[in-house]
């Protein structure tokens, strides 16, 4: 069965420093998603994605974090300057179409980041 | 935004148990989606569902849009089955983002 997957699946960073988190969605799906989980916490919208541009973002979404599809098969999340409180579980999900058209969101295992 | 509320926040039960977990949102919806995360974190989906009924094995799941509730059953309870379990809409009326519940912590003891 198709899946998606997420690299790496724990990242240790220190603060200020960028990183990248990736995805790779199922291979028919058009739209693309970033969610995060603070720990104890409800998991998050961060972002949607679809032909190659932002779709729909949250408030937690500010200048720091950006999104981009380098290749057909990878979906990458970057945070530019890490702090302390994005020390979190970021989800990747992708589907058919948007959630709006009635289509399931599947999600990945998820990237354990801690910000130290 | 939408809210999304579901109940009970912790329940604990013993092995072969049956249980009912509620999620109530508060505008319409075009997309529930209900989501175990097992100890490791990962979220594994269970059901999507915006309304009607659905059955895999011993879960089961009801959605009545119209009343704005969703209910997941589980039946014969494992100690697999401890974590928690998230209801996740999508609201009618703003684009693509799953809103999701607070959760509810399961713990089967054997």
């Known amino acids: 069965e198709p899946e998606v997957t997420q690299t790496p699946s724990h990242q240790v960073t220190q603060m200020g420093q960028e990183v990248i988190l990736r995805c790779v969605p199922i291979s028919n799906h058009l739209y693309f998603y970033w969610y995060r989980q603070i720990l104890g916490q409800k998991v998050e919208f961060l972002v949607s994605?679809?032909?190659?541009?932002?779709?729909?973002k949250s408030e937690i979404f500010d200048d720091q974090f950006s999104v981009e599809r380098p290749d057909g098969s990878n979906f990458t999340l970057k945070i530019r300057s890490t702090k302390l409180e994005d020390s979190a579980m970021y989800f990747c999900?992708?589907?058919?179409?948007?959630?709006?058209?009635?289509?399931?969101?599947?999600f990945g295992p998820g990237t354990r980041l801690t910000v130290t | 935004g939408i809210q999304v509320e579901q109940s009970p926040p912790d329940l604990i039960l013993q092995e072969g148990a049956n249980s009912t977990l509620r999620c109530n949102f508060s505008?319409?919806?075009?997309?529930l989606q209900w989501f175990h995360q097992n100890p490791w974190g990962q979220l594994i989906n269970l059901f999507y569902i915006p309304s009607g009924t659905k059955q895999n094995g011993r879960l089961s799941a009801t959605t009545v849009a119209t009343e704005r509730y969703s209910l997941l059953y589980i039946s014969s309870s494992q100690t697999t089955d401890s974590g928690v379990y998230f209801c996740?809409?999508?609201?009618?009326?703003?684009?693509?983002?799953?809103?999701f519940g607070e959760g509810t912590q399961l713990t089967v003891n054997p």
């Open positions: 999900a992708s589907s058919e179409a948007p959630g709006g058209s009635s289509y399931e969101q599947y």
């Open positions: 996740a809409v999508v609201e009618e009326t703003s684009g693509s983002r799953l809103t």
């Open positions: 994605f679809y032909n190659n541009e932002i779709s729909e």
């Open positions: 505008d319409s919806v075009n997309n």
